[in-house]
């Protein structure tokens, strides 16, 4: 009996569980249920590795939300989404939160903002990530459009609460670009960099590099689940240009947003364009690049020896740097678990800084 | 006056100058001089940056040495160098320290260990990292010969005397192959990786791609710098195995040596097998790779569209991840200015985990 008690107090009481992390999530799409799957499958080594013990406290999504300060059970959350289509299913006893309110109350350290991309107003991510910092919460985000529209402002937000924004799974997916031009880089100078940031768009070049026409490489990215109807997103250069505003600003300082992006699209590329380049030993990439502090996205013939010159649905990035020559990063560009992976690093880094 | 007593005191007191970091270097080859280069050039923003102030109190070379606890001269250790063929010559009016008595009695937090690699026996590099560990000082070496042979015994020697060991430089030259692991994976799973280790057998087989025999193409290595009469150690694979077995303890957590490796060199690689290869679309490269915990360095064919099938003096790794896919990490593998900035990352992250 007094096992039992003293469990529940640990439970009840984060001081004498010193590594707890108590996480709420907003949005519970793709990458959310990665997550939470990842949280159950990993519990043990983030513990055992890096000290880490997150909770879900709160969790909601379009139609609904789920709150335990005690924690979350979530097999049964994954379930409620998957059965009901909402995380509102979870206890229908409790009453369902609104937003702003759940992240103004909820007993959560740090909010992470998975809510739909949307490049025009940012939100309801810009909301979301401004009501989080102004209570003091810290934000993981895998949202481009908050940062794209308004990185300057958030991050200056942030460290006004005193707080941490991180964002990792907003660029490159899994693939830890961000942190490779922070952290491996750290001690050398970046001067400029330029990659390939948007998967779907590379896979529709590379299937025209096979011979399909654009329409078919499109229909052919859709068909594979690279590619949807709002693809134009995509195709129109807006996504590449939000990532390389987010690493503009967090890799070499500028205070810019996606106003501040030259920006051309794959739309008008043709086979005959294509077949040219190939027959030279080049491809046609839509490249994103910072040089001399400018930013620019536009379709951009590389040599097949180019280390960037990738092909399929993946990433690359070479940065140049002044002192140990180019590196170059190459990884998938997006996916469930591998984004979901990028938050798990995310959560690892915060705790870690909040612990010097 | 009392300003310029002031300034004197300062130096003479590390107290006053809480990020002073006193450097000891062994040996005074191209690395040795890009460093001290390096540090002349960018010691500002060192200290603005990164809170370091190294101080290079003392330096030995194969012919000589030069101590000063109040720091050398660099401009003027590189004089000495250049002019006389050793830091002997830097203050003649001293007399010359002998290895291990300088190491032991230099007053320096850290060693930076810059002999040249042997593979067969690790000397003198063994005999100084040990000396330095044992006498309670940092180790940062870019010497592959004491970690291929002793990996496992040198770390827990540092881990004992409670110092740091680090060796940033010696796999990937100035790209940091084991920072990306270590830092930028942090938070997922390394399951297995392989890659290009070596640039001088990359370059030779780079050049039999087009048309140039096996000794035309070590030949014009020669002629171009990037290959040595003693280059044996790169064509057998020896370089490549050091580096995997390095990569095999500090990344996977494996206590191995270079014994633990199977190797094969490219010295039986003929024109028609790099013909063949290229017309099925694929290459002929010196892998080394780690796969259920086995190593091996052999000549692998891989496809044109691998991203780690790069070319010329090239480096690239492929980690294979748990949860967030394969990256690919792309850079140049050697040169004395990159490696020397390897160095100070080294540098950097030492001073870090000291802070913690």
Wanted: proline letters at 4%; one cysteine or more; a positive charge.
């Amino acid at each position: 009996m007094s096992l039992k008690v003293k469990l529940n107090l640990n439970i009840l009481n984060p001081i004498s569980q010193p590594n707890l992390v108590r996480l709420l999530l907003v949005g519970f799409g793709v990458v959310g249920q990665s997550l939470v799957k990842l949280l159950l499958s990993r519990s043990t080594d983030l513990h055992k590795l890096y000290g880490v013990n997150p909770r879900v406290v709160a969790c909601i999504d379009s139609h609904g939300s789920a709150v335990s300060t005690a924690g979350l059970d979530l097999q049964r959350l994954l379930e409620a989404k998957r059965l009901l289509g909402s995380v509102g299913g979870y206890d229908r006893s409790k009453p369902n939160y609104e937003l702003p309110s759940l992240i103004e109350k909820a007993d959560a350290e740090i909010v992470v903002e998975l809510t739909p991309t949307n490049i025009d107003s940012g939100e309801p991510g810009i909301s979301n990530i401004v009501a989080s910092l102004k209570s003091g919460k810290h934000v993981i985000t895998v949202n481009k459009g908050p940062l794209a529209l308004a990185f300057p402002s958030l991050l200056e937000l942030a460290n006004y609460n005193d707080v941490k924004l991180r964002f990792s799974g907003t660029v490159g997916g899994g693939t830890p670009i961000l942190e490779f031009a922070k952290r491996s880089l750290k001690g050398d100078n970046i001067l400029s960099f330029r990659g390939i940031l948007n998967g779907t768009t590379n896979y529709i070049l590379s299937k025209m590099e096979q011979g399909l026409e654009f329409n078919d490489a499109f229909n052919d990215a859709k068909l594979n689940g690279y590619a949807e109807a709002s693809s134009l997103l995509d195709i129109d250069g807006f996504d590449a240009a939000a990532k390389l505003v987010i690493m503009a600003n967090w890799i070499m300082g500028m205070k810019v947003t996606i106003k501040d992006v030259y920006r051309r699209g794959i739309g008008d590329i043709n086979l005959t364009d294509v077949k040219r380049a190939n027959k030279a030993g080049k491809a046609i990439k839509l490249i994103g690049k910072c040089e001399n502090r400018r930013l620019c996205v536009e379709p951009t013939e590389l040599s097949n020896t180019d280390p960037i010159c990738v092909n399929g649905t993946l990433n690359a990035v070479t940065f140049c740097s002044q002192h140990s020559g180019d590196h170059t990063i190459i990884g998938q560009g997006a996916g469930g678990s591998p984004t979901a992976s990028a938050v798990l690093r995310d959560l690892i880094d915060i705790r870690t800084a909040l612990l010097l």
